[in-house]
């Protein structure tokens, strides 16, 4: 039984000053543990004036390791959006960092509009060599995009080595939806899993969808987290229905947990989770984009809350 | 120098009736031969739509193999059809290339979709034939070829050929979108995959040929053809800028390789201009060299890139 306490949200974006014009929005924290204190990442946005839509931007906080006090929060470009055309040109978000000898792997999941569909996706690889500061690209493309069977919204990368090689746990869109005809198009999508010896070239296990949905086929899952609990691998994810989920907060999103021994057969078992909503507070009606890390022996979750984590990512513990 | 003797422009698709989605355009011939005909794959279009939008489809038509000619059979339905909601290939399939593979016939083809920012994103997928080429299924709903870090978008135009037991692909990979008079122009090179299976595609991530008339040189339709102990690539290439008129259009070039990989480029050889009136006389594009009864045929596009179909060239010697 992993059971969560919740220590309640950490940061709110709408208290602190943020780079590229962002106002609101810290969504899908993500950790990078250093000597002294935690970078946490998270997408923010700002407004694109061409037409009023929203660009998402990576920003960081830097949090004392008690995850409670701020340092500072980032002033300059963790990493600028794609070009014309390119995968990512209209935001990043989420960012997965990991760290590799001297270098930081950033796997970002890169936004693109459309024209029948609102976007695509699709995961690039950028590097830092400033212990995260800054990333550069280590091309235009993406190191993982739509494929035969796994047509559309590749995205959602988690990136962990285990045993020398690399895992990638992310998620693929098997299909767009008009639920109705007033509506535009719904996506949903499923967690997949592929593999790398060097963390750019990756073969996926191609539209396998490694995690039952418990929801009805119409689940969505999204932002897969995996961590080494005890001796056994343990998955971290959200999961709504595929429309009328924004508002609805029955329908909306909840984290998932699915556990492994071998990290190829995962056992969904939500019921072993024991973090859900709280009623009245920040995170009354949506839980979604966990983040598992561990930080002085200690097992923490990064989750948003209410919107999307319009109003930021809050932070709990496990008991043990 | 080549000597290519022009025989005539042998399918016009506005000559075909009944077929509401061929109302012009033939692009990109293709040939697979048989016993007594020529079935030339190539992509039509029906009429634009309110916003002058156009979709392609890809369709045949079997020209006797007596006398070219003669046009025996169109194809009653286009071959494949477009892709569903937000998928690679939604809104056209341009073009395609066939092969036979024991009973089989393969078909690669671009797959188009619309986007934001830019007018369209192109993918690679793969589709294949029971029947000898008349109906086509495709492999699956997303590409076989899609994007990588040094292939950020509009992979294109493959031609597919298979030497010594491995299979090649000849495709053309976006480099860059040009703004040119508030229009956004893609450039691309062309560029080769490998593969043992003809699914699972190892890039080359290199440009293939050098650019001659200027650095942003377009190039298409890498057409290669063995003969005489060397492996011949006739292609087209355009300029950037106001590439629609004949000043700017599309030419074919030449350039031959022994190996596959290294190619050395000489467009006085390729012995094929445009004429000095008629169907070919401002452009002439996407090369496809056959060889059909001791003869080697060059089928191409005259003006506005085949609207008007695609015509013949015979060549007077021999091709080393």
Redesign the interface.
């Given at each position: 039984m992993l059971k969560w306490k919740k220590l309640g949200k950490i940061f709110d974006p709408t208290q602190h000053e943020l780079p590229n014009d962002c106002e609101q929005f810290a969504q899908s924290p993500q950790a990078l543990v250093l000597d002294d204190f935690v970078r946490i990442y998270f997408s923010t946005r700002a407004l694109d004036k061409r037409n009023g839509k929203y660009l998402s931007h990576i920003a960081f906080v830097d949090m004392r390791k008690n995850l409670r006090e701020v340092i500072r929060i980032s002033d300059k470009m963790v990493i600028p959006l794609?070009?014309?055309?390119?995968?990512d040109?209209?935001g990043i978000f989420p960012m997965n960092v990991l760290r590799h000898g001297d270098i930081v792997y950033g796997y970002t999941c890169g936004w693109?509009?459309?024209?029948?569909?609102s976007v695509?996706t699709?995961i690039?690889?950028a590097i830092s060599h400033d212990n995260g500061v800054t990333f550069q690209?280590?091309?235009?493309?993406?190191?993982l995009?739509?494929?035969?069977?796994?047509?559309?919204?590749v995205g959602d990368g988690f990136v962990k080595v285990i045993s020398g090689v690399f895992h990638m746990w992310y998620i693929f869109?098997i299909?767009?939806?008009?639920y109705s005809p007033d509506m535009p198009?719904d996506?949903t999508y499923k967690i997949g899993h592929a593999v790398s010896a060097d963390g750019?070239n990756w073969v996926k296990e191609e539209a396998r969808k490694i995690i039952a949905d418990r929801i009805g086929p119409d689940e969505s899952q999204a932002l897969p987290t995996v961590i080494e609990i005890d001796g056994r691998y343990h998955m971290f994810f959200c999961y709504r229905q595929s429309f009328d989920f924004r508002k609805n907060c029955d329908r909306g999103y909840r984290i998932g947990h699915a556990w492994s021994d071998d990290l190829v057969n995962w056992t969904r078992d939500d019921e072993n989770l024991l973090l859900d909503v709280t009623p009245g507070d920040w995170d009354s009606d949506m839980l979604c984009y966990p983040h598992a890390f561990e930080c002085d022996d200690k097992v923490y979750m990064l989750y948003n809350g209410n919107e999307f984590g319009r109003y930021g990512f809050g932070l709990a513990e496990l008991e043990r | 120098m080549f000597h290519w003797k022009k025989i005539g422009k042998v399918f016009t698709p506005q000559e075909v009736e009944g077929r509401s989605w061929m109302k012009e355009f033939a692009q990109a011939p293709a040939t697979l031969v048989f016993d007594d005909f020529v079935r030339v794959y190539f992509s039509c279009r029906p009429p634009a739509d309110d916003n002058g939008q156009y979709v392609s489809y890809s369709a045949y038509v079997d020209l006797d193999r007596a006398d070219l000619f003669k046009v025996r059979h169109v194809s009653e339905q286009p071959i494949l059809s477009l892709g569903g909601l937000g998928e690679f290939d939604e809104f056209g399939i341009y073009p395609v290339s066939v092969i036979r593979h024991g009973d089989d016939v393969r078909a690669y083809y671009a797959g188009w979709t619309r986007c934001e920012s830019v007018p369209f994103n192109v993918a690679i997928g793969m589709a294949i034939s029971r029947d000898g080429g008349e109906t086509f299924t495709k492999l699956g709903n997303g590409p076989v070829l899609s994007y990588s870090p040094d292939e950020p978008f509009v992979l294109s135009g493959p031609k597919i050929r298979r030497f010594n037991d491995t299979w090649y692909l000849w495709y053309i990979a976006g480099r860059k979108w040009k703004m040119v008079d508030g229009r956004a122009e893609p450039v691309y090179k062309i560029r080769m995959a490998f593969s043992s299976d003809g699914i699972r595609w190892t890039k080359m991530n290199k440009d293939l040929i050098p650019s001659r008339i200027e650095e942003d040189e377009a190039q298409a339709s890498p057409d290669v053809f063995h003969a005489n102990g060397k492996y011949h690539m006739f292609f087209a290439y355009r300029y950037s800028n106001h590439y629609r008129g004949e000043e700017n259009g599309y030419r074919i070039g030449y350039s031959s390789s022994t190996n596959l990989t290294d190619w050395v480029r000489d467009d006085t050889k390729a012995g094929i201009d445009v004429s000095d009136e008629g169907w070919d006389a401002e452009m002439i594009s996407y090369p496809h060299v056959f060889e059909l009864d001791g003869k080697t045929y060059l089928a191409y596009l005259g003006n506005q890139v085949g609207r008007y179909g695609f015509g013949l060239a015979v060549l007077n010697g021999k091709l080393e």
């Open positions: 794609g070009g014309l055309g390119c995968f040109e209209h693109n509009r459309r024209f029948s569909v695509d699709a690039g690889l690209r280590i091309g235009d493309g993406p190191v995009a739509a494929s035969l069977h796994e047509p559309c919204l869109g299909g767009w939806k008009r198009p996506r750019i | -």
